[in-house]
């Protein structure tokens, strides 16, 4: 019940919070305080709520939001899998070969620090201008910070699960499969998280700074809302932008924890 | 000429080196031989420091060390189900495995895949430790003494040859402990395997042992005797007070 409680009141305090903020926007908006400008700056909440719902029945370029929002989602799910896919492999790899481990961990902790859109020009240059290169960006979001997560997860490891593993008669493939990737797995999931904030980000930073023709996605259409002022159709882009991730988090991440630590035991 | 008799295990000259070639280097067994017959129940008594652990450990083959370890007459170099270990940390079993699934995960990778069977092997064992119907639960619902519990029954359902112990009870509360060790006993007598058990507790090594060894600095044996006391052992048993005082000065000469 306590908790109940807590929850309820959680969830005032940020309703408060939200509405106290739309209200301030709107006195802002309304006052025109701004100048000139203040319409470009502070459009008013109405004409945000318009140009979301025209975000998605009259779209850009006739085709609605909801394409683009599924194109780049298509090109993110790729990348995500592929980068998830190969992050393990790595850090599976390093477990296993100590050479491997000492190498894998240099790289990492450089294209770490790398952001994808450095990387653009030499990519565009390689690939040319095409989905791929988005997918490329998702997945060099995703690799890196999901293998160091993993690796750490894997090398905390206690080392009495590792020898209940081995005395069942556990080895190599079988020990890394059967004990390290589920006692690691609080490690895993927060390394997806990083991975995915990384990747949304990626994706949409790269497709702000060029648009693929045959695949325009959610970034292209809130630079082509910001190259012709539309700034209302902006901020009803940055909602959906917003949304998306509320969905990812709460609707992805949120029961994965739920069904896998939380009911362990392993995280509260 | 005799035939040679057949021990469950046998450890020959086993020696242990840590840090070798270092100057922190320091020998934690040295030469140690021991012979263990089948269905012993084998105590090891000995000072922090002394290498007990780490001889069940070598036995258990989570090390590396010079000489050799037989069961049955075969070497064994590397952990296997023929030799059991039930450590002293309660989190040995599990996590993401309910009771049940804890026990019956070595049972499976062991090839065993019928259903009943694995159901009914998990029964059995729930019962000699008395955890009946707590199949369902994950290791953290559960308190130290039954996590304790879950780990032997995980052991007996392997049905293994030897069954080593490293202090499992000592980080349990009194009396806890006093319930494990009569139920350790009543499972010892009725299993046809072999334990050997390391304890820093007498009184523990008195009721559960059927032979006492009090090992010394780098593995030394300074006593092997059998444990001629009838059981059910009780400190109002005869010959109770003259075995602890043995056994004490031993531990503490």
């Known amino acids: 019940m306590n908790d109940k409680n807590r929850q309820i009141h959680a969830f005032a305090a940020r309703a408060v919070f939200v509405i106290v903020l739309l209200l301030i926007w709107e006195y802002v908006a309304k006052s025109g305080m701004m100048g000139e400008k203040s319409e470009l700056i502070f459009p008013s909440l109405e004409a945000i709520g318009d140009a979301f719902i025209r975000n998605f029945i009259q779209g850009y370029a006739g085709i609605s939001l909801w394409v683009y929002i599924g194109n780049s989602m298509k090109l993110l799910l790729e990348g995500l899998l592929i980068g998830v896919v190969l992050a393990f492999l790595l850090s599976g790899l390093s477990m296993v070969s100590k050479i491997f481990y000492d190498i894998c961990n240099l790289v990492i902790s450089v294209f770490d620090l790398l952001p994808g859109v450095a990387l653009l020009p030499v990519v565009i240059i390689i690939f040319g201008v095409k989905p791929g290169v988005i997918v490329f960006l998702v997945v ?7 293998s160091r997560n993993v690796l750490d997860g894997f090398l905390a490891v206690p080392q009495i699960y590792v020898e209940a593993g081995m005395n069942m008669g556990l080895k190599g493939a079988s020990l ?17 998280k990083v991975g995915w904030a990384r990747a949304w980000r990626g994706l949409l930073s790269a497709e702000m700074i060029f648009g693929v023709a045959s695949c325009p996605g959610i970034g292209l259409f809130i630079n082509q809302m910001r190259t012709n002022m539309n700034n209302a159709e902006m901020y009803a882009t940055l909602v959906v932008i917003i949304m998306i991730g509320l969905v990812v988090q709460y609707g992805v991440l949120s029961p994965i924890e739920k069904c896998t630590v939380k009911k362990w035991g392993m995280s509260r | 000429m005799t035939k040679e008799k057949n021990y469950i295990l046998e450890v020959n000259n086993l020696s242990k080196i840590f840090d070798a070639d270092t100057e922190q280097e320091k020998d934690v067994l040295k030469d140690v031989s021991l012979k263990v017959d089948r269905n012993e129940f084998l105590c090891m008594l000995g000072p922090s420091g002394c290498g007990k652990t780490t001889l069940l450990r070598c036995i258990a083959g989570f090390e590396s060390y010079k000489g050799s370890v037989t069961v049955n007459g075969v070497e064994r170099t590397k952990p296997g189900t023929d030799r059991i270990m039930v450590f002293q940390d309660f989190n040995q079993l599990f996590p993401w495995k309910t009771v049940e699934k804890n026990i019956q995960y070595p049972l499976k990778l062991q090839g065993i895949r019928d259903k009943q069977e694995l159901k009914q092997r998990t029964e059995e064992v729930l019962q000699k430790v008395k955890l009946s119907g707590q199949e369902k639960y994950y290791p953290y619902q559960l308190s130290g003494g039954m996590k304790q519990r879950v780990a032997i029954a995980k052991a007996l359902a392997l049905k293994p040859e030897i069954i080593l112990m490293d ?13 494990l060790q009569s139920e350790l006993l009543r499972i010892s007598m009725e299993e046809k395997c072999t334990f050997i058990f390391i304890t820093h507790n007498i009184q523990e090594a008195i009721v559960l042992g059927t032979r006492i060894v009090v090992l010394a600095e780098g593995g030394r044996i300074v006593v092997d005797e059998k444990n001629a006391i009838a059981r059910p052992v009780t400190p109002a048993s005869e010959g109770y007070g003259e075995t602890w005082e043995r056994l004490h000065s031993a531990l503490y000469q």
């Open chain 1, 140 to 146: 060099h979001a995703v690799l890196w910070p999901m």
């Open chain 2, 167 to 179: 202090e499992p009870f000592a980080a349990l509360d009194a009396m806890t402990r006093n319930e």
């Open chain 1, 176 to 192: 890394l499969w059967g004990v390290y990737f589920p006692a690691a797995t609080s490690y895993i999931v927060s390394g997806l």
